[in-house]
């Protein structure tokens, strides 16, 4: 620092002022942030403050570190550094990077329309529940069957949260799951902090970006529930049965049943306000009409419609509703 500055600082007095404000603490002479959130915010204002440098080959370094970073937000520090490097800088190459990869994360899976792909379940909900095969084995037996099959898993493909992996179509669904979620929080803190500063065009492609990922989750998630439905059922059928010893078959079928509906219930719901609480403020309801207006209305688009004005808007959008 005086090699760069002219300027002297006394680096034990620093820390002493720094652990009085509470920014560092001290623990059997290691020195630390005190929250985590500290250290991604100093690493967010470094890199704002010399993204763009007197020194080219110093300033191209620090953008191949950030445009790393926008491609691996599967590990939870990145995520929180870009949230505040995007808050200090607005950096649109960044902006759009994030909402390019966030287009590709199930590229080729098509958006749940609430409608056609939720069909199943709303025959569980009219229908006469099919009956169940259970199996002869008890339920503790089958319990350690999936875990020895679990067991069996190559521990070597496994990916812990820590990792700093890229998105790609080979990775788990739960780890792509996950780095959906993570993508739709940052574009919508991108969103919400700059409803006055942002394009038009550039914040209806972030939150069409947002929804449409938040619904192509939830189809793939809908589509493995009903491929795995009667797997499903058994399942329920085989818990409940072992609380309810007395439980008829049409009783325990129908109860399987609309655990199953109440599943989809809440990975619906969820995704839905998931979504609406990363996008919505209420100065961007024009941004949301052109979204709507994009996909032509879709049922499921309306719902995240519908859930921003309930979640932000200070009207209650009775109209709507009905």
Same mark, same amino acid.
């Given at each position: 620092?005086?090699?760069?500055?002219?300027?002297?600082?006394?680096?034990?007095? #620093?820390?002493?002022?720094?652990?009085?404000?509470?920014?560092?603490?001290?623990?059997?002479?290691?020195?630390?942030?005190?929250?985590?959130?500290?250290?991604?915010?100093?690493?967010?204002?470094?890199?704002?403050?010399?993204?763009?440098?007197?020194?080219?080959?110093?300033?191209?370094?620090?953008?191949?570190? #950030?445009?790393?970073?926008?491609?691996r937000v599967y590990y939870?520090?990145?995520?929180?550094?870009?949230?505040?490097?995007?808050?200090?800088t607005k950096d649109n190459?960044?902006?759009?990077?994030?909402?390019?990869?966030?287009?590709?994360?199930?590229?080729?899976?098509?958006?749940?329309? =609430?409608?056609?792909?939720?069909?199943?379940?709303?025959?569980?909900?009219?229908?006469?529940?099919?009956?169940?095969?259970?199996?002869?084995?008890?339920?503790?037996?089958?319990?350690?069957?999936?875990?020895? *099959?679990?067991?069996?898993?190559?521990?070597?493909?496994?990916?812990?949260?820590?990792?700093?992996?890229?998105?790609?179509?080979? #990775?788990?669904?739960?780890?792509?799951?996950?780095?959906?979620?993570?993508?739709?929080?940052?574009?919508?803190?991108?969103?919400?902090?700059?409803?006055?500063?942002?394009?038009?065009?550039?914040?209806?492609?972030?939150?069409?970006?947002?929804?449409?990922?938040?619904?192509?989750?939830?189809?793939?998630?809908?589509?493995?529930?009903?491929?795995?439905?009667?797997?499903?059922?058994?399942?329920?059928?085989?818990?409940?049965?072992?609380?309810?010893?007395?439980?008829?078959?049409?009783?325990?079928?129908?109860?399987?049943?609309?655990?199953?509906?109440? =599943?989809?219930?809440?990975?619906?719901?969820?995704?839905?306000? %998931?979504?609406?609480?990363?996008?919505?403020?209420?100065? #961007?309801?024009?941004?949301?009409?052109?979204?709507?207006?994009?996909?032509? %209305?879709?049922?499921?688009?309306?719902?995240?419609?519908?859930?921003?004005?309930?979640?932000?808007?200070?009207?209650?959008?009775?109209? *709507?509703?009905?």
């Open positions: 620092y005086y090699e760069d500055y002219g300027i002297y600082l006394d680096p034990l007095k #620093l820390i002493e002022d720094l652990k009085y404000a509470q920014i560092f603490s001290e623990d059997a002479g290691n020195i630390r942030f005190r929250y985590p959130y500290y250290y991604h915010f100093f690493v967010a204002r470094y890199l704002s403050d010399n993204i763009i440098s007197t020194d080219e080959a110093q300033g191209a370094k620090l953008q191949l570190i #950030l445009s790393d970073m926008a491609d939870e520090e990145y995520v929180r550094i870009l949230v505040f490097y995007l808050y200090f190459k960044i902006i759009g990077q994030l909402i390019g990869n966030t287009e590709q994360i199930y590229a080729a899976v098509k958006p749940s329309d =609430l409608e056609t792909d939720v069909n199943f379940i709303n025959r569980l909900y009219v229908e006469t529940p099919t009956p169940l095969m259970l199996p002869s084995t008890e339920v503790e037996q089958n319990r350690e069957e999936v875990r020895k *099959q679990l067991d069996e898993l190559d521990d070597g493909n496994r990916i812990e949260q820590g990792e700093r992996v890229p998105y790609s179509d080979e #990775l788990d669904d739960i780890i792509k799951i996950t780095i959906a979620f993570k993508s739709i929080h940052i574009l919508g803190q991108v969103l919400r902090n700059f409803p006055g500063s942002l394009k038009r065009d550039v914040k209806a492609r972030i939150a069409r970006a947002c929804y449409l990922l938040g619904l192509r989750v939830l189809s793939v998630v809908t589509a493995a529930v009903e491929e795995n439905k009667e797997d499903l059922r058994t399942y329920f059928s085989l818990l409940i049965k072992r609380q309810r010893a007395g439980v008829t078959f049409q009783q325990l079928a129908q109860n399987a049943d609309e655990v199953v509906i109440g =599943l989809m219930e809440m990975w619906a719901v969820g995704m839905i306000k %998931g979504v609406s609480q990363a996008v919505g403020l209420e100065e #961007l309801s024009e941004t949301y009409h052109e979204v709507l207006e994009t996909e032509r %209305g879709a049922l499921s688009v309306q719902m995240i419609d519908l859930s921003i004005k309930l979640d932000h808007f200070w009207m209650f959008p009775e109209n *709507q509703v009905q």
